[in-house]
């Protein structure tokens, strides 16, 4: 049975990684891949062995995840559809190559933590749009963009999905993920953005904006409208803070954190918005912003946790864990390894198995190789264009060509993974 299951599951996680060139979407090869890795464990269970409850348990767990991720999204369309991120994004005024590289890298960085960083990486290259126009140097800036945006979300418990998974399992706890990984995370988009700050030109010839595009040659927006604006962004930026602040309170899952705030603002928007005609309120009712957030994602993720769920629950993951202790020994250097793969493969089946791997009985919340696994899971995938959700969506949208950034931003990436590896270690062995 382990060796059907495990055959199982590396077929499907292969063909997942050729999407693009077997033209399947990875969220059907996903989902197939973990009904059968449950279908085979079921089929050759002994009689007795609670398999269904093993699946139900998986399932409570893998649920919380998706709830908690579904509505963030939908918060984060319901901002996007009241151009709420415009009340940022249009006060970066600079031309400057170099003040916008920082500005847009630091804006990235810190979006990402509050939101997550595949949307802070859609937000963020269409700024750069708006204000770059030589092709060559957007590019740079959209690499930027990637390095920051994953670097944002790996300190934060909202910030990228690997980091939710580890806090939702309570492998991490807030204040502490971000007291620990805030610096390395800082690190990990400092150092590229310095390197490239000192081999790309002071000058503003290349970086003009097209003024049809800025925020004052815009028609005329309403006093309303931008109350309105305000006050979307205010309740869910606002409310996605909370979410750490109710869970402390009251020990709830994050999930019920973000279901509250998702009422809330869904609250808010039919209040601003009943005078107005249905056809008007449509595009900003949180009923359209449900029927355009990333569902085919969530189910992804279904697929890949209930097919991990499998290895774990037949002991295959305990025993890769014993594996990797054997061959390489350091656990540090097996974490750092981790996340040099997340640049190959999607980082989020790599964590959940090592969750499965490790269990909380072993290594308590906020032990060492927690904090660690979610800063290289994190920033890893900055290394290839392809190691992230935010690199996948960059690349689509501003068409990145793979060889291009692996000679142009690769290298950028692995320095500032390694320097924030190094950073992180350093702070531990002097703190404990």
Not at 22 to 27: E, L, Y
Not at 346 to 370: E, Q
Request: aromatic residues 8%; negative net charge; proline residues 3%.
């Amino acid at each position: 049975m382990i060796a059907t299951l495990v055959l199982i599951f590396v077929i499907g996680y292969v063909l997942i990684t050729l999407e693009h060139t077997i033209n399947v979407n990875k969220t059907a090869t996903a989902l197939i891949t973990g009904v059968l890795c449950w279908a085979t464990y079921a089929l050759a269970a002994h009689t007795g062995e609670p398999v269904g409850e093993h699946l139900t348990e998986n399932l409570g767990h893998t649920a919380e995840i998706l709830f908690f991720l579904l509505g963030a999204m939908t918060v984060v369309e319901l901002i996007d559809a009241h151009d709420g991120f415009t009340l940022i994004t249009d006060r970066i005024a600079s031309r400057n190559t170099r003040t916008l590289l920082w500005i847009i890298s630091g804006l990235s960085f810190v979006l990402s933590a509050l939101l997550d960083n595949l949307t802070t990486a859609i937000v963020m290259v269409s700024v750069a749009r708006k204000l770059v126009r030589n092709p060559e140097q957007r590019r740079i800036m959209a690499g930027m963009i990637i390095i920051s945006a994953n670097a944002g979300g790996a300190w934060s418990p909202i910030g990228d999905v690997t980091t939710t998974m580890l806090w939702i399992g309570g492998q991490v706890t807030t204040v502490n993920i971000i007291k620990t990984l805030l610096l390395p995370s800082l690190v990990a988009m400092l150092v590229p953005l310095a390197i490239l700050t000192f081999r790309t030109p002071a000058t503003t010839s290349s970086f003009e904006a097209d003024e049809n595009e800025q925020g004052a040659s815009r028609p005329y927006v309403s006093q309303t409208a931008r109350r309105e604006r305000r006050l979307m962004l205010s309740i869910g930026l606002g409310g996605m803070l909370f979410v750490p602040i109710f869970k402390g309170f009251t020990g709830l899952p994050p999930y019920m954190g973000m279901m509250l705030v998702l009422g809330a603002i869904w609250v808010a928007s039919e209040i601003i918005h009943k005078d107005k005609d249905d056809a008007d309120k449509e595009p900003l009712s949180p009923a359209y912003a449900l029927s355009k957030i990333d569902a085919p994602s969530i189910l992804f993720f279904l697929g890949i946790l209930l097919a991990v769920g499998s290895l774990e629950a037949t002991g295959v993951l305990r025993g890769l864990a014993e594996s990797l202790s054997d061959t390489v020994g350091n656990l540090d250097l097996i974490v750092v390894l981790i996340g040099l793969v997340s640049a190959v493969v999607d980082n989020v089946p790599i964590v959940a198995a090592a969750m499965g791997m490790y269990d909380l009985a072993t290594y308590p919340a906020d032990s060492k190789i927690w904090e660690f696994l979610a800063y290289c899971a994190g920033t890893g995938g900055s290394i290839l264009i392809i190691g992230s959700a935010a690199g996948v969506a960059v690349m689509g949208m501003e068409r990145l060509d793979f060889m291009w950034y692996l000679r142009k931003i690769s290298w950028l990436a692995l320095i500032g993974y390694l320097a924030g590896a190094l950073t992180y270690l350093a702070l531990w062995a002097v703190l404990q």
